[in-house]
């Protein structure tokens, strides 16, 4: 059974830069049938999609994130990485990495999903 | 980027109700869309992809249509383990985007 499991620091000073890795066990992050990504959620609030990689290293990014966000991916370690640069108290939530399994008709879906790890960003 | 918006933001059922909720996308999406369940301090889960199939292992009474512009979730007999929030999800494009979530709690 395929699981995820984020990690890195739960606390992170403004203006500095968020670095979380997503490793994987029970399958191969170089399946070629699945995209991997990072989606985050403020306390309190909604999900919000951050970016996928393919593990050629291709990268989709959200556009609001773009320009502080790198996706890359090591698949020697089986493992996926986030860094959000330049972060400030906005930038405080729950972090969670996730499979996207892609299927005829590239149609898309996350499943599963890593248990999340809450960053906050304080000084 | 493509919006979603979902109805209601909150609701309020008995178990045993039929529950509905409503997604719907600022452009034609075709069947692109996904919905999730999510407990408080728990990942999300996946429920429904392509708008209707229903993923391995969740429940029949959920269940999931539209196209386009406009779907539904359905829960056709609400238990008291499907007290939480749902979230639909496109994934027409490669910027997905999730509609701010139906917390559905109990009467």
């Known amino acids: 059974q395929l699981q995820l499991q984020e990690s890195g620091p739960g606390l992170v000073k403004p203006s500095e830069t968020l670095s979380l890795t997503c490793t994987v066990s029970?399958?191969?992050?170089?399946?070629?049938?699945?995209?991997w990504g990072w989606i985050r959620q403020p306390p309190g609030k909604g999900l919000e999609w951050i970016g996928t990689?393919?593990?050629?290293?291709?990268?989709y990014y959200n556009p609001s994130l773009k320009s502080r966000v790198t996706i890359s991916v090591d698949t020697s370690k089986n493992q996926f990485s986030l860094r959000l640069s330049s972060v400030t108290a906005a930038d405080t939530a729950v972090y969670y990495c996730?499979?996207?399994?892609?299927?005829?008709?590239?149609?898309?879906?996350?499943?599963?999903w890593g248990q999340g790890i809450l960053v906050t960003v304080s000084s | 980027d493509i919006q979603m918006t979902q109805s209601p933001s909150s609701l309020s059922a008995s178990v045993g109700d039929r529950v509905t909720i409503t997604c719907r996308a600022s452009?034609?999406?075709?069947?692109?869309l996904n919905w999730y369940q999510q407990k408080p301090g728990k990942a999300p889960k996946l429920l429904i992809y392509?708008?209707?199939s229903l993923q391995s292992g969740v429940p029949s009474r959920f269940s999931g249509s539209g196209s386009g512009t406009d779907f539904t979730l359905t829960i056709s007999s609400l238990q008291p383990e499907d007290f939480a929030t749902y979230y639909c999800?496109?994934?027409?494009?490669?910027?997905?985007?999730f509609g701010p979530g139906t917390n559905v709690d109990i009467k």
């Open positions: 996730g499979r996207l399994g892609i299927s005829a008709y590239y149609y898309k879906w996350f499943d599963p």
């Open positions: 029970g399958g191969s992050i170089s399946s070629s049938s699945y995209y």
């Open positions: 990689i393919y593990y050629s290293g291709s990268t």
């Open positions: 452009q034609s999406i075709s069947s692109y």
């Open positions: 392509a708008a209707s």
């Open positions: 999800q496109q994934s027409y494009n490669t910027q997905f985007t």
